[in-house]
């Protein structure tokens, strides 16, 4: 079991920054290696943000994001950032972190055995 914990979001004005971490705890050894950020806006489907895989080589980026987000992790502290930089009001919507089973050049896979954070907002106002 993995317990993943989400901080760091808020309001933010267009063209500002935040930077979110996802906190993991429990078995993270063994499940905690590749993981990602996906979002979901109101009455929109969830969607993949982006992914980091266990090596850190690999990163993957949606195109809505790509150049403006930036994925990191410090496995000292077992935690997974997600620099947002010149945010819009399109990013508005609650933010999860999850582990995956796999990070590559076209994105993120999960599956049941897969664990997700509670969600935190992020609000852009225009």
């Known amino acids: 079991q993995v317990q993943l914990v989400e901080s760091g979001g808020g309001l933010v004005q267009a063209g500002g920054s935040l930077r979110l971490s996802c906190s993991a705890s429990?078995?993270?050894?063994?499940?905690?290696?590749?993981a990602g950020w996906f979002r979901q806006a109101a009455g929109k489907e969830r969607e993949e943000v982006s992914c980091?895989?266990?090596?850190?080589?690999?990163?993957h980026y949606s195109d809505s994001v790509k150049g403006r987000f930036t994925i990191a992790r410090d496995k000292a502290k077992n935690t997974v950032y997600l620099q947002m930089n010149s945010l819009k009001p399109e990013d508005t919507a609650v933010y999860y972190c999850?582990?995956?089973?796999?990070?590559?050049?076209?994105?993120?896979?999960?599956?049941?055995?897969?664990?997700w954070g509670q969600g935190i907002e992020v609000t852009v106002s225009s």
């Open positions: 999850a582990t995956l089973q796999e990070c590559t050049d076209v994105g993120g896979r999960y599956n049941a055995d897969d664990f």
């Open positions: 429990g078995d993270t050894l063994n499940y905690y290696n590749t």
């Open positions: 980091i895989a266990g090596s850190d080589t690999t990163t």
